[in-house]
Each structure stands twice: as C-alpha cells, then as structure tokens.
C-alpha cells in the first residue's frame, strides 16, 4: 500500500514499494493491486490529483519492468476509516471505478474487495492439496485462537473445515 503523502521514497532506489514490485516480477507474478492508503488525510479536492500523480509514478515504474499499467489495478482507500476496502466510500466521489483489461475479459469495481476478488487464481496451484505454511498464531479474546498465514497450494473456502499439523 503507499501512502500519499511520499509515496516517491516507496519508488526510490531503496523504497519498500519498489522492493515490493521487484520481488512480485522477480517471483512471477502477474497480477498487482496498488492500494493507495490514507485517502482521507488529504483535501478532499487534492485527493483526485494525488491519486493520480502516484498512478502515474507507479505505472511508469511498473512498465519499466516489464507489466502493463492497464493490467493493474489502482484503488484509493483509507484503512482508518475504511473507505473503498470492503464498501464504495462516498468521501472519494471523484473516483468512478478501476477497469482492468484482460485478454480474455475485462474486471471493472470500485473496492480493494473487489480488485481481490478480480484477480485469477494460477491454476496450477489450484489444483493441489490445500497448504497454508502458518506465520503466526494468536488468540484474542472474544475471537478465539487466528491462525495467520498465506495459501501457497490448493484453495481455501468459507466455511472449509481445516485441520493443522504441528
């Protein structure tokens, strides 16, 4: 996610946005979602025109490296307040929507939730047992014990009874 406010030091030579596209193109991946996080903490009537620049300065460096900007989906949210995660924020009005072009069909919504849901799971993984290699495990009152991980093989649905080996 940038921010922004600097997201020009994620994109220097060192920042960690750009490290994180370098490694998403090292290990091939194909599909980026760029979240640009505290939307809110901008007048609203820059919002617009920030938004853009970091689209732009994103989008050069990504074609730099071989993706096609059309290919990647831009979002503007606030994590704080939960604008455009999981629900179309009426405090970003100016935003329409993202569109992204595919050659087999075109993804067009206005939510982080939405470009998630958009993204094409790599069939070749998705078609193995289920492997989710754990990076932590909490319990939280009221909750009970998350475990945190990442699905590496198979596909986890809601619902799906899943056991775990120590």
Not at 5 to 23: A, D, N, V, Y
Not at 50 to 78: C, D
Not at 128 to 152: C, D, F, H, S, W
Request: glycine residues 6%.
């Amino acid at each position: 996610m940038l921010s922004p406010f600097h997201p020009e030091s994620g994109i220097r030579k060192r920042g960690q946005t750009r490290e994180h596209i370098l490694l998403a193109y090292t290990f091939g991946i194909t599909q980026l979602i760029v979240a640009v996080n505290k939307m809110d903490t901008i007048e609203s009537t820059d919002s617009e025109r920030r938004f853009n620049e970091i689209k732009t300065e994103v989008s050069n460096f990504v074609k730099r490296l071989g993706y096609q900007p059309q290919r990647i989906i831009f979002v503007p949210i606030s994590s704080w307040n939960g604008d455009n995660i999981s629900e179309v924020s009426n405090k970003m009005s100016w935003f329409e929507n993202w569109t992204i072009q595919r050659k087999e069909n075109h993804h067009t919504g206005k939510t982080l939730v939405d470009a998630i849901n958009a993204i094409i799971p790599s069939m070749r993984l998705i078609n193995k047992p289920l492997r989710i290699p754990l990076q932590a495990v909490y319990k939280m009152n009221g909750v009970g014990t998350v475990a945190i991980g990442r699905v590496e093989t198979g596909v986890l649905k809601t619902n799906m009874i899943v056991s775990s080996i120590i």
